[in-house]
């Protein structure tokens, strides 16, 4: 129902700024919940940020509270994740979600998944 490609990953030094954008295929885009995961070599799945259906709400892992911006573009059907001020922990492989019932901090709960994206900071 969903295709999602993210892109705009890359090496970084801590300090700098860097937006990831999800692009969505596919129809019923404004009707998914979407989310920010990350995901480190050896460790979990971790939320970074939602976005709910309209009204836009928003939520953010305590990690990154303060620093990142998540936003979507509906007529472009496009999710962005502005993140500033990175730091090496930020590490990881980026990935877009969709869902269905709610904007939720658990992986389980998506049902689309793009790829990933791969970001590197180094200090």
């Known amino acids: 129902q969903v295709q999602l490609v993210e892109s705009g990953g890359g090496l970084v030094q801590a300090g700098d700024t860097l937006t990831l954008s999800c692009a969505a295929s596919g129809r019923g885009f404004a009707n998914y919940f979407m989310a920010w995961f990350r995901q480190a070599p050896g460790k979990e799945r971790e939320s970074v940020a939602t976005i709910s259906r309209n009204p836009f709400s928003t939520d953010y892992g305590s990690s990154v509270k303060g620093r990142f911006i998540i936003s979507r573009d509906n007529p472009k059907n496009t999710m962005y994740l502005q993140m500033n001020s990175l730091k090496p922990d930020d590490t990881a492989t980026y990935y877009c979600?969709?869902?269905?019932?709610?904007?939720?901090?658990?992986?389980?709960?998506?049902?689309?998944w793009g790829r990933g994206t791969q970001v590197t900071v180094s200090s």
């Open positions: 979600a969709a869902g269905i019932l709610r904007a939720t901090p658990y992986a389980s709960e998506y049902e689309y």
